[in-house]
């Protein structure tokens, strides 16, 4: 198992401009997780999806970010526009439904760094 | 709602060494598990441990442990034999069981020194 798959790893881009981080999360699992880190603010969760549908987007910080679970196996999450106030490490993680019982399994992140 | 409350910014042990990372935490829920997250330097977040409330045995794993007190909703992380791998931030988190989201602690950073 190839593990939850993050794309890009590195993200620099210009105030203003559009962002979209990629998330493959394992084969099976059916939650899937949209998590933020910074030095201030620590680990936040932005939103979590189950079985395709969002449950929970309380975390999502404004207007601007977005995401989307097209299918099982593919999720983004998308800024528009990006401030730099956004540059964190962006996680994906992904569990079966009983989340608890095994805990997450996390994706590589994808720092973001808005100039 | 859960809450995660980690006081060590900074820990330090020798090789070798033992070493106990704290993290207390606060629910209302009877349902809950508690977990412990690794992340070295290359920012992989790692499992290292999880516990079920409803157990009350202590979770092993190798050389890491937890000391689970409910009573006083205390959950540390005891590293045994410590090694250069060990170096690494350490998030305390936890799940209530009706809800599927890990709310984590602000970390804290391990060294490990010869």
């Known amino acids: 198992d190839a593990g939850v798959i993050q794309s890009p790893r590195h993200e620099v881009t210009e105030m203003g401009q559009e962002v979209t981080l990629r998330c493959k999360p394992i084969s099976g699992h059916n939650s899937l997780f949209w998590y933020r880190q910074t030095m201030m603010r620590g680990l936040e969760l932005l939103i979590y999806f189950n079985n395709n549908v969002p449950i929970d987007d309380s975390g999502m910080p404004e207007d601007r970010f977005s995401a989307k679970m097209p299918n099982a196996s593919f999720s983004t999450l998308k800024i528009q526009p990006s401030e730099p106030r956004d540059s964190a490490v962006y996680f994906c993680?992904?569990?079966?439904?009983?989340?608890?019982?095994?805990?997450?399994?996390f994706g590589s992140g994808t720092r973001l760094t808005v100039v | 709602a859960q809450t995660v409350t980690q006081s060590q910014p900074e820990m330090s042990v020798q090789e070798a060494e033992t070493v106990t990372l704290s993290c207390t935490y606060d629910?209302?829920?009877?349902?809950?598990?508690l977990f412990w997250y690794k992340q070295p330097p290359s920012r992989q977040m790692i499992l290292v441990i999880r516990q079920e409330a409803y157990k009350q045995q202590n979770a092993t794993e190798n050389r890491f442990s937890v000391n689970f007190q409910k009573a006083a909703k205390s959950f540390s992380l005891k590293i045994s034999d410590s090694q250069l791998g060990d170096a690494a931030m350490y998030f305390c988190?936890?799940?209530?069981?009706?809800?599927?989201?890990?709310?984590f602690g602000t970390g804290t950073r391990l060294q490990v020194t010869l």
């Open positions: 629910t209302s829920e009877s349902d809950y598990y």
């Open positions: 993680a992904s569990s079966l439904v009983k989340g608890a019982d095994y805990g997450y399994t």
């Open positions: 988190a936890g799940m209530t069981g009706t809800a599927s989201k890990l709310t």
